[in-house]
C-alpha cells in the first residue's frame, strides 16, 4: 500500500499561480507514472498532467502552457506548478501514482484549489 499526501492548495486571485506537492510513502521508482488530476463540482475527474519515469510528459489541452508537471524520485514527491490561474481551474485536485509493475492506482486525499477575485 501506498500513501500519498497533498499540499499547496488554498485560494488564489485569478492570474495567479500556485505549487502542489505530493509527496509519496515510498520510494518512487522510475517506472512509476506519476499523474496529477482534478474534480469540480457535479464533474467527473478528469486528468491534468502525467509524467513517466523516462520524464515523458503529457498535459490536458486546458493546461497546457499554464502548468508545469516535476518528479524528485530522490525526495518520492511529485510538483504541479499551476500559473495563470482561472476561475474554472477550482477543483479539488488528486495526485496519483500508477504502479506498472502490479497494476495497481494509489490516490492521494486531494487539496482544493479555489480561484476567485
Known amino acids: 500500500q501506498v500513501q500519498l499526501v497533498e499540499s499547496g492548495g488554498g485560494l488564489v486571485q485569478p492570474g495567479g499561480s500556485l505549487r502542489l506537492s505530493c509527496a509519496a510513502s515510498?520510494?518512487?521508482?522510475?517506472?512509476?507514472?506519476m499523474g496529477w488530476y482534478r474534480q469540480a463540482p457535479g464533474k467527473q475527474r478528469e486528468l491534468v498532467a502525467f509524467?513517466?519515469?523516462?520524464?515523458?510528459?503529457n498535459y490536458a489541452d486546458s493546461v497546457t502552457g499554464r502548468f508545469t508537471i516535476s518528479r524528485d524520485n530522490a525526495k518520492n514527491t511529485v510538483y504541479l506548478q499551476m500559473n495563470s490561474l482561472k476561475p474554472e481551474d477550482t477543483a479539488v485536485y488528486y495526485c496519483?501514482?500508477?504502479?506498472?509493475?502490479?497494476?495497481?492506482?494509489?490516490w492521494g486525499q486531494g487539496t482544493q484549489v479555489t480561484v476567485s477575485s
Open positions: 515510498r520510494k518512487i521508482f522510475g517506472i512509476d507514472v
Open positions: 509524467i513517466t519515469g523516462d520524464t515523458t510528459i
Open positions: 496519483n501514482l500508477r504502479d506498472i509493475r502490479y497494476g495497481a492506482d494509489y
